[in-house]
């Protein structure tokens, strides 16, 4: 059985991953959120404080019953509650008083640049930052219960430092609970991703697993029609993937390599006994039919839209680079690749390999005849690339028996097929 990678690591990672992120981004949402929060909470505190003033005051000084001082009693008391410069006025917007605590004297001038906050039947604020201190520039209505509105208090409200900090304190808590929520969430959630994870890996490898033994069937059958075993197909699948990793190719590409390797001749399905197992030469229109495999090889394909990663070996891998080659007379780079690569290990394997009607060549002398055609039937850059490999190549795999070579090309598949690379 292949063997399959443990996927908990890496699935372990992207939970931690998605965790953390979007604890992070939650995180700073909620942050935001919370200090919008800490504007209404101080605004709470400043009207608390402002409406120490009351409008029956106001009416008692504007009826004369309430002397200034009086009033500038209770705007003192304001002022004590943390509020810097206090401004007090009646129903017309005219100013009737101000108080700045002897303290913030010095500051009268900071605070006053920051501007003044429209007096309206709705309280209305302003942040500012006074010497790094947040403050409040408030501006409040001081209305009856019924809503008449008998003057306007505006002032600087200034909290102590201890208000601020708890406030902060019951931010960073929130987010801190938030964090840790998702935290917990993203802990509980992972046995139960596992578990799925586990049970769509079994399902997807057992399918890949039936198309892989389906590549294997329909290379066995072409092999037995052509007096031949499985040795030919896992001995120039070896080959191909040894030369595709040689000359680069991405993962993707090696998947329809190893594929095409497998069903290149599956063509000769369709191809009568006579011809196929003809033990000599075939006559011009003999030949003419055995080149029919290469479409009917695509037809088969074309059955299964797994099965055509296989394509452009099973289609090309009998053109030449010169363009002399069938069925489509490409030339060059206008041959894709993987059918390149192919042809140069599908000849080698044919010239050293033993069959009825002739023996095997060592692989010096297979890559001197090939050698002659670097460049007509061969792309020279990938004949190149092979030519040091084969000897060692030929040594492991050449004259290994069908249950070794198996054994050899099951890692192979695994890496490819069964890793996820990309």
């Given at each position: 059985m292949i063997a399959t990678e443990d996927p908990r690591p890496t699935l372990r990672r992207r939970l931690l991953v998605v965790g953390m992120f979007t604890a992070l981004l939650v995180g700073l949402i909620t942050w935001y959120m919370e200090s919008?929060?800490?504007?209404?909470?101080?605004?709470?505190?400043?009207?608390?404080?402002?409406?120490?003033?009351?409008?029956?005051?106001?009416?008692a000084h504007a009826q004369g019953r309430l002397d200034a001082a009086a009033l500038q009693t209770l705007v003192e008391q304001v002022a004590a509650d943390h509020f810097g410069i206090v401004e007090l006025y009646d129903r017309h917007k005219k100013r009737l008083m101000e108080y700045v605590p002897p303290a913030l004297e010095a500051l009268e001038e900071e605070l006053k640049q920051g501007g003044h906050v429209e007096l309206a039947q709705e309280p209305r604020y302003m942040k500012h930052l006074i010497q790094g201190e947040f403050a409040l520039v408030v501006a409040v209505p001081i209305q009856h219960p019924g809503g008449e509105t008998v003057g306007y208090l505006e002032g600087v409200y200034l909290p102590d430092p201890e208000t601020l900090a708890q406030i902060r304190e019951d931010v960073l808590r929130t987010v801190a609970l938030v964090v840790l929520a998702i935290a917990l969430t993203t802990l509980t959630v992972y046995p139960v991703v596992l578990a799925l994870h586990r049970e769509v890996l079994v399902r997807s490898r057992s399918i890949l697993k039936g198309n892989l033994e389906l590549l294997e069937v329909l290379g066995s059958a072409i092999a037995q029609r052509d007096s031949d075993t499985n040795v030919h197909n896992y001995r120039v699948t070896l080959y191909a993937v040894a030369l595709g990793e040689a000359a680069g190719q991405s993962a993707a590409d090696m998947r329809n390599l190893i594929a095409g390797a497998f069903l290149h001749d599956v063509g000769k399905i369709g191809i009568s006994d006579t011809i196929l197992l003809k033990p000599g030469r075939l006559t011009p229109e003999e030949f003419q039919v055995m080149k029919n495999h290469v479409r009917l090889g695509e037809d088969i394909l074309r059955q299964s839209s797994w099965l055509l990663q296989a394509r452009d070996v099973v289609a090309h891998h009998h053109e030449k680079y010169d363009g002399s080659g069938y069925m489509a007379g490409l030339a060059g780079e206008a041959i894709p690749r993987n059918a390149r690569i192919f042809a140069v290990v599908d000849v080698f394997d044919a010239l050293t390999s033993r069959r009825p009607y002739k023996e095997p060549m060592s692989p010096a002398a297979a890559l001197e005849i090939m050698l002659r055609d670097r460049g007509s039937h061969?792309?020279?850059?990938?004949?190149?690339?092979?030519?040091?490999?084969?000897?060692?190549?030929?040594?492991r795999y050449g004259e290994t028996d069908e249950s070794r070579l198996r054994q050899t090309l099951l890692p192979v598949l695994e890496r490819y097929f069964m890793a996820g690379n990309d």
């Open positions: 919008e929060r800490i504007d209404d909470r101080v605004l709470t505190l400043a009207l608390g404080a402002a409406h120490r003033i009351s409008p029956a005051s106001l009416e061969f792309d020279p850059a990938l004949l190149d690339l092979f030519a040091p490999l084969a000897p060692d190549l030929f040594a």
